[in-house]
């Protein structure tokens, strides 16, 4: 037992005046805000380490043992009432969908929801339906199969035309929806495991002639809500929604090796509008996120921007590629996004806007706001140059528009280049802010922060020192100078 001491009313309150002192001191503290901010993404990946056999990973909410299943839904079934048996060997897929089948009856009753208990369900893809909700249990993993002849082949998508690595059919994704309405996929934090280390493989040894496919994938549907679930080592892209509207993703996990898992992005918005990604921890082998919305030619006759979405409260990481990207497929457009309250740990890159001439379409309207950097080789990057065609078709006069972006409240740490923005004579980059931005570097020589053909401004004092193509303004956004340099170039990628 511990004995506590009795304290005076006159000494509680001058401890209570120091505790506020201290905390106050805290807060205001830069240096201190990265390393908790650091502690916390240690801590996520060393939790990670811990359960990586497990069920994955939940930073956000507990799923304590022996949780009941929430009754969602009208109507309830598990997976077993339809021969599932969860043991890692069986064939579930013929009970998947057998009870989506059942489900889809009851989508004038306010829909049906499949419970997947515990255990290991080895599945081939199969198609959900509209109204349902797929629940996961915890310690429940639906495991995809490795034979790729399982995988069916599906049309390349319109405004892509042709599959994204090889020309023709691309093989289409585990669980996958199209034309769909009410769908949600969550539980206590059950994990969705697409093994794709076979596919990696056959990959590199350049022995596919289809392009992989993503793990989840919905297509042309609305109202799709991903939550508390872990998903894990896709063939491909993780988790793709494609031309829908109002989709949420929120408390997911999703998870890859940092290398040797090529184009395992983590969520990829392609030509969706109204969507929110938030409270996610994101670890993969590419892009955590990536904004798309098709590619050259055909991305610009199907003409379906991304439009109205936002990232908020992520911790992610990709040392192969970005933590935030758009494009470079963003011939259809992409607008009206904001990103905000994200750590980006050990990356490559923190936030990158990346498109090339032949892209079309525009990148506009774009916030960046309360970003922590910590340990990224280049801060942000804006690339005009990246020079992916689909065939040689592609309108070598369509050439982006790139406008209206801004940062404020960048902050970091460890970073060798915090910002490198390249435009050029075809592609100028227009109208970039930048405010309240310190970004400690690694690199001590000068060409840090580098430009070419950009027109912006910097309000107020930043570090480091901007470029000279930048207009600059004082803390009241008054015009101090005006540049005359902005098509200055002044981009060194040796470091």
Not at 115 to 142: C, R, Y
Not at 188 to 200: A, K, M, P, V
Not at 245 to 263: C, G, H, Q, S, Y
Not at 269 to 293: F, T
Request: with cysteine.
């Amino acid at each position: 037992m511990v004995e506590t001491l009795p304290v005076g009313r006159s000494q509680l309150q001058q401890q209570r005046v120091e505790l506020k002192r201290w905390i106050t001191a805290f807060l205001t503290s830069h240096k201190t805000l990265l390393i908790v901010l650091w502690i916390a993404a240690f801590g996520s990946v060393f939790f990670w380490q811990r359960n990586i056999g497990g069920a994955g990973l939940s930073i956000f909410g507990k799923t304590g043992p022996g949780r009941p299943i929430p009754k969602v839904r009208p109507f309830a079934f598990n997976l077993t009432d339809f021969g599932g048996v969860g043991d890692g060997v069986a064939d579930e897929m013929a009970a998947f969908e057998r009870a989506i089948l059942a489900i889809s009856k009851f989508g004038k009753k306010g829909g049906a929801q499949l419970n997947v208990p515990p255990g290991k369900w080895l599945t081939a893809p199969f198609n959900l339906t509209s109204h349902m909700t797929l629940f996961l249990a915890k310690d429940a993993e639906i495991l995809g199969v490795q034979d790729e002849k399982r995988w069916p082949l599906m049309p390349p998508l319109p405004s892509y035309g042709q599959g994204r690595e090889h020309k023709g059919a691309r093989f289409g994704s585990l669980i996958h929806g199209q034309n769909l309405r009410d769908v949600v996929i969550t539980g206590h934090n059950g994990t969705i495991n697409g093994q794709g280390q076979s596919w990696w493989k056959k990959f590199r040894q350049k022995l596919l002639n289809n392009t992989r496919g993503p793990l989840v994938q919905i297509m042309w549907s609305s109202d799709i809500v991903i939550s508390n679930i872990t998903l894990r080592d896709s063939p491909f892209w993780t988790f793709h929604p494609y031309d829908c509207k109002n989709i949420t993703v929120r408390n997911v996990t999703i998870l890859a090796p940092i290398f040797e898992a090529p184009n395992t992005d983590g969520i990829d918005p392609d030509s969706c509008e109204d969507m929110v990604i938030e409270d996610c921890y994101i670890s993969v082998g590419d892009d955590a996120i990536a904004i798309k919305s098709g590619w050259d030619q055909y991305g610009i006759a199907y003409g379906r921007p991304s439009r109205n979405i936002l990232i908020r409260n992520l911790i992610v990481r990709s040392m192969v590629s970005a933590g935030v990207s758009i494009g470079s497929e963003m011939s259809g457009g992409v607008s009206n996004v904001t990103v905000e309250n994200v750590l980006i740990w050990s990356s490559r890159r923190a936030v990158r806007i990346k498109t090339a001439v032949g892209r079309g379409g525009y990148v506009r309207d774009i916030t960046y706001q309360n970003l922590t950097f910590d340990g990224a080789r280049v801060g942000i990057v804006i690339k005009t140059d990246y020079n992916e065609h689909p065939d040689d078709d592609f309108d070598r006069k369509a050439l982006p528009i790139i406008r209206d972006i801004s940062f404020t409240e960048i902050h970091g740490q460890g970073v060798r280049v915090p910002v490198r923005i390249y435009g050029s004579e075809d592609i100028p980059i227009r109208n970039v802010t930048f405010r309240d931005i310190s970004i400690g570097i690694t690199y001590k020589k000068k060409h840090i922060f580098q430009c070419a053909f950009v027109e912006g401004r910097v309000i107020g004092t930043i570090f480091p020192a901007p470029c000279e193509n930048l207009d600059r303004y004082d803390e009241e956004d008054r015009l101090v100078s005006r540049s005359e340099s902005q098509n200055a170039t002044d981009i060194d990628y040796d470091i």
